[in-house]
């Protein structure tokens, strides 16, 4: 199966939601970056009571931006896909603001324990403060007025991520799982490879077909990309493991091979998305080592 096909013609319309679907907002947050693409996307779901997904960071201008797309409505529910700071801190303010619940699997956890010396270099872009009122479980249908969300629980770029299916629709929320723009960051401590192929795997199983992601437009044919995307995911644990096979004892030295077309300002992230594919080949016998030590010393990044 080919790679998945990218695409990364997106008009953000900063300030203004845009309708994707009967009763489905779109507003995207002005914190455009490397690793953000034009910026975060904020959902409204519904028509006089709504749910917002994932609020976003702290920005004013678009805290600005969803209180006028909801004016003359009820905010009922703010419904979280992940806890990074890009997409779930404005929860409390428009918690504060319109009295809605919050929902989302749990709060900001790592997927394993740090090793000996290891630090956490994406520890800041944890949210740290949120827990929400209601911790969703998978399978767990959200109902509000004239519409439902199921939950379906997909562990992997961070362990309380979650994705979203709108009730009697082909639309999916899929966070940051599954996105048009770009793969999504795997990068231990925080997310787990093998947690992400698993995830990845539900999402195959459904029968959504268009995925409204945190990060760039709408993506059709959701399945068939998702299925590419498997492959995708695949190439690179099968190129990994032939650069340790030839020897490359360091992630740079693998980085600069399989990522070399590659934004470089995005080489960091790579690494830790290979280190997430080592410590999943390690657990599954395919790179013989004495344990987390191999991964610390030998296939820390730089």
Not at 135 to 155: K, M, N, R, S, Y
Not at 246 to 271: N, S
Request: net charge negative; aromatic share 8%.
């Amino acid at each position: 199966m080919a790679s998945p096909k990218f695409r990364t013609d997106f008009d953000p319309a900063y300030g203004r939601a845009v309708e994707l679907a009967p009763g489905v907002e779109r507003l995207t947050a002005p914190n455009k970056s490397a690793f953000t693409f034009h910026g975060t996307n904020t959902y409204i779901v519904g028509k006089n009571n709504v749910a917002v997904i994932d609020p976003g960071p702290l920005i004013d201008d678009h805290f600005e931006a969803i209180m006028r797309a909801v004016k003359g409505r009820s905010v009922t529910h703010i419904i979280i896909t992940h806890t990074h700071v890009d997409h779930s801190p404005l929860a409390a303010r428009l918690k504060e603001q319109t009295g809605a619940s919050s929902w989302g699997e749990g709060p900001h956890r790592a997927a394993r324990d740090l090793h000996i010396g290891e630090t956490n270099v994406l520890d800041a872009s944890g949210d740290k403060d949120f827990v929400p009122d209601h911790a969703v479980t998978h399978g767990q249908v959200i109902e509000g007025d004239g519409w439902a969300l199921e939950t379906l629980l997909t562990p992997g770029h961070t362990m309380n991520h979650a994705c979203f299916a709108l009730v009697g629709t082909p639309y999916m929320f899929s966070g940051d799982h599954v996105m048009g723009w770009a793969t999504s960051i795997v990068a231990p401590p925080d997310g787990a490879m093998s947690d992400y192929m698993a995830s990845l795997e539900i999402m195959i199983g459904r029968d959504e077909s268009v995925y409204f992601p945190g990060h760039g437009g709408r993506l059709e044919k959701a399945r068939e990309f998702s299925r590419a995307l498997r492959a995708h995911r695949k190439m690179r644990e099968t190129a990994i493991l032939s650069r340790i096979r030839k020897g490359d004892r360091t992630i740079p030295q693998i980085v600069a091979v399989i990522y070399k077309e590659t934004d470089p300002r995005l080489h960091g992230a790579a690494g830790l998305s290979v280190l997430a594919h080592i410590e999943d080949l390690m657990a599954k016998g395919f790179i013989s080592g004495n344990g987390p030590a191999s991964i610390t010393g030998q296939y820390w990044p730089a």
